[in-house]
């Protein structure tokens, strides 16, 4: 526990939490809080208290802005702001390695720069620069890039744009960066790092992405050789290089390779992995991939799962049991909704990887083998997504049935029968979250279309739930993730939908929901969704209860409850813990007729952002409290005491993201409102 005392006779305290610099701060008697320390930079001293001086300093290559040195004054505040470390624009670089970036990296630099820095190594030996990131507005900014340990200085180039440059190895000992923007736009920037090696080696040459490097020794005559990762195939660059002597300068015989998934090919390996275009990054747009898997003859192909994400509806791995597009669909997989795994009929399997021109995601891996077909026996039929199967003898005349999760639906109900031929009598069924439907029972499953991927759009599904006679439906919200406004659910117990009993949207999860009339009742809901966004969407589970009386409508997070009977006429009355809002009516009542409901759903508490306190006690949360508060909050607290007394802050719960900061700041006032 941590307690702040401050007694005086100042009768106002404001307290907020703002989100920006770094680091959690503590108000204490006689102290200001962390200032922290900025970024590329370092502090001198860590005591907090009045008269208490902090220094700062900046890594090499950095200049400081702001104050160097500041101290904390007996009002509780700093002399001044933090400072910051910004790249210099001018600067010798003489270490042996180093990192060069543009002013203000990785944020925008500025207009009307003309920085230069030189990279000074020993005489003898040369210079190698690696782009990791370029970012210049093009024609109008640009970076050169120029050799001058020699006696007749070079030019290796003038760069610009977003196209990230080659690497570039010296002939001399000295290198040139010159950079200059204009009075427009600007980018990112850049970041290179850069390594000295001697006159007779090459330089480093660097691991490819996504794949290996076989040697070490870069002296002139040396070889090093390169391999890609599974599933990755070799673009650019070659799979063995050396260091030559070429027009009297010490190189590499080629460029490194790059190591990239491809979009489509012709697989003939016993094992291997397929991926995602991109991959282990999203996918790119418009993609059209084919790939052909082939096993040897009297085999199959298998392929597992490995990770499966793509845009639901848009975006869509097709799979076909042969070896072309007109070749039997086995299924088309979008969202995550793939199975754990594939088994073909023959030695081939098709597959064609569709993308649209907007959202992408993390793609697929999947690795395939090939497996040998039994004679006397059908190959593992798999087992639905959002399902199960009740069968693991696959011999000829055996069968199969599979069963799907509450919620979703077969495509098809039929055993599955292993025939003559080795083949199953027909294809694996698929469990699927449909559009509306009627459900007949004590206890269910409601999901949206998709579940649990993002629905599609332009939807309108209604389910009907009954239950049996005289009882009412009870709907519990175990997920809630509709597009706020546009997509709806409406809950109704009569059919009509002008006039719910809820109207549901956004990602607050609601409360549960009860209707019921006596009789053969049926409750209806209907789902909305527009022709945009989309998002995971719902399940809901349904149980029956009795009408008679009304059911314990619970207490709210946080609250009270006055009252303990639920008859008809009988009423409940709600009040909040100390610093929490109530939100709805502070009273509800049991109905009588023909149903047995509560007059209101119930209130809610809540934490808000900011209040005001006039009391001689009492609490401050944050926003949300005790779950996690959200972003961009500004939040002020008000506390008024009477004249000559003090106010004691005592911190129950404390726990802010770095960057997050809760500030007292104590104020006199002659007029208390």
Same mark, same amino acid.
């Given at each position: 526990?941590?307690e702040h005392v401050l007694q005086d006779d100042r009768r106002l305290v404001e307290c907020q939490i703002l989100g920006g610099e770094r680091g959690k701060s503590e108000i204490e008697r006689g102290g200001c809080g962390d200032p922290g320390v900025p970024g590329f930079g370092r502090r001198s001293g860590d005591r907090f208290q009045h008269g208490d001086v902090l220094t700062f300093f900046c890594q090499s290559a950095f200049e400081l802005v702001g104050e160097r040195t500041i101290t904390c004054q007996h009002n509780n505040q700093w002399s001044g702001n933090k400072p910051s470390c910004v790249f ?383 009882? +009412?439906?009870? *709907?519990? $919200?175990?997920? &809630? =993730? ?8 409406? %809950? !109704?117990?009569? #059919? ?72 008809? +006429?009988?009423? *409940?009355? $709600?009040?909040? &813990? =100390? ?8 009273? %509800? !009542?049991?109905? #009588? ?81």
């Amino acid at each position: 526990m941590v307690e702040h005392v401050l007694q005086d006779d100042r009768r106002l305290v404001e307290c907020q939490i703002l989100g920006g610099e770094r680091g959690k701060s503590e108000i204490e008697r006689g102290g200001c809080g962390d200032p922290g320390v900025p970024g590329f930079g370092r502090r001198s001293g860590d005591r907090f208290q009045h008269g208490d001086v902090l220094t700062f300093f900046c890594q090499s290559a950095f200049e400081l802005v702001g104050e160097r040195t500041i101290t904390c004054q007996h009002n509780n505040q700093w002399s001044g702001n933090k400072p910051s470390c910004v790249f210099s624009c001018f600067f010798n670089f003489t270490a042996p390695s180093g990192t060069i970036l543009s002013p203000n990296y990785p944020e925008e630099y500025g207009n009307n720069l003309n920085c230069v820095w030189l990279i000074i190594s020993e005489p003898g030996s040369r210079i190698h620069l690696l782009f990791s990131d370029f970012d210049l507005e093009p024609q109008f900014d640009w970076l050169v890039v120029k050799d001058e340990g020699l006696s007749e200085p070079t030019t290796f180039g003038t760069f610009s744009g977003k196209d990230v440059p080659s690497q570039i190895a010296s002939n001399g000992h000295i290198m040139r960066l010159e950079f200059q923007s204009d009075h427009s736009n600007t980018g990112k920037g850049f970041n290179i790092s850069y390594t000295t090696f001697g006159q007779n080696e090459c330089h480093d040459p660097g691991v490819p992405v996504n794949g290996q490097r076989y040697g070490d020794q870069f002296q002139l005559g040396s070889s090093v050789a390169f391999r890609c990762d599974q599933g990755f195939i070799r673009t650019q660059g070659s799979d063995q290089v050396t260091c030559i002597i070429q027009e009297g300068n010490v190189i590499w015989s080629a460029a490194v390779p790059r190591c990239e998934a491809p979009c489509g090919g012709h697989l003939t390996a016993p094992t291997g992995v397929l991926l995602s275009p991109g991959w282990p990054s999203f996918y790119k747009d418009s993609l059209n991939c084919q790939w052909v898997i082939e096993a040897q003859t009297d085999h199959a192909v298998k392929i597992n799962f490995e990770r499966f994400q793509t845009e639901v509806n848009y975006d869509t791995l097709e799979i076909r049991d042969g070896p072309s597009a007109s070749s039997q669909l086995i299924g088309e997989y979008h969202g995550t909704q793939a199975p754990h795994f594939l088994i073909s009929t023959s030695n081939f399997l098709f597959l064609l990887f569709t993308t649209d021109n907007s959202r992408s995601a993390a793609g697929f891996s999947i690795r395939y083998e090939s497996v040998k077909m039994e004679l006397d026996s059908c190959l593992d039929p798999g087992i639905p997504v959002n399902g199960g199967r009740h069968g693991s003898i696959f011999s000829i005349g055996s069968r199969v049935s599979f069963t799907c999760d509450l919620g979703y639906t077969p495509s098809d109900q039929e055993p599955i029968v292993c025939e003559q031929n080795h083949q199953w009598s027909h294809a694996l069924p698929s469990c699927d979250a449909l559009c509306g439907g009627y459900v007949y029972g004590k206890t269910g499953t409601i999901l949206s279309p998709g579940y649990p991927d993002f629905y599609p759009n332009s939807l309108n599904c209604t389910w009907t739930i009954e239950v049996s006679h005289g009882k +009412g439906v009870h *709907l519990v $919200f175990h997920t &809630f =993730h509709l597009e706020e406004n546009h997509d709806y659910l409406t %809950i !109704t117990e009569d #059919g009509n939908f002008f006039v719910p009993v809820a109207r549901l949207t956004g990602s607050v999860l609601p409360p549960s929901v009860k209707a019921g009339l006596f009789g053969n009742f049926s409750a209806q809901l209907r789902f909305i969704s527009d022709f945009s966004m989309s998002y995971e969407g719902f399940n809901i589970t349904f149980s029956e209860y009795d009408l008679e009386p009304c059911e314990d409508p619970g207490v709210p997070a946080y609250s009270r409850r006055m009252g303990f009977r639920f008859r008809v +006429g009988d009423s *409940l009355a $709600f009040s909040c &813990f =100390h610093g929490y809002r109530l939100e709805g009516d502070s009273k %509800i !009542t049991c109905l #009588g007729g023909g149903r047995r409901v509560w007059s209101n759903t119930l209130p809610r508490c809540i934490a808000e952002c900011g209040a005001s306190s006039l009391g001689p006690e009492g609490v401050l949360l944050s926003p949300n409290f005790p779950s996690n508060y959200d972003n961009n909050h500004e939040c002020i607290y008000r506390i008024t005491t009477e004249k000559g007394k003090g106010i004691r802050l005592r911190a129950e719960s404390f726990s802010l993201q770095d960057g997050d900061n809760l500030k007292a700041y104590l104020r006199t006032t002659n007029n208390c409102p």
